[in-house]
């Protein structure tokens, strides 16, 4: 039983670590649309190219 709330305990600690990267990704994003084009323009697109990003960082650069 202990082992299940370990489990889950990680679990929830590596969400919360790929959503904090998913918003950094977010942010510099919309900072790059501000500088280089001038305004900006949310698309579905940019949240899950941001997603697959945050989770590829955070599986080959943090969890090693």
């Not at 990267?21 to 919309?30: D, K, Q, S």
Request: with cysteine; charged share 10%; net charge negative.
């Amino acid at each position: 039983m202990g082992n299940f709330f370990i489990g889950a305990l990680l679990f929830i600690i590596d969400f919360i670590n790929v959503l904090v990267i998913y918003c950094v990704i977010g942010l510099l994003w919309t900072i790059a649309e501000k500088v280089f084009y001038g305004t900006i323009t949310p698309r579905s697109i940019d949240d899950i190219v941001a997603f697959v990003l945050a989770c590829s960082i955070y599986l080959n650069l943090i969890k090693l």
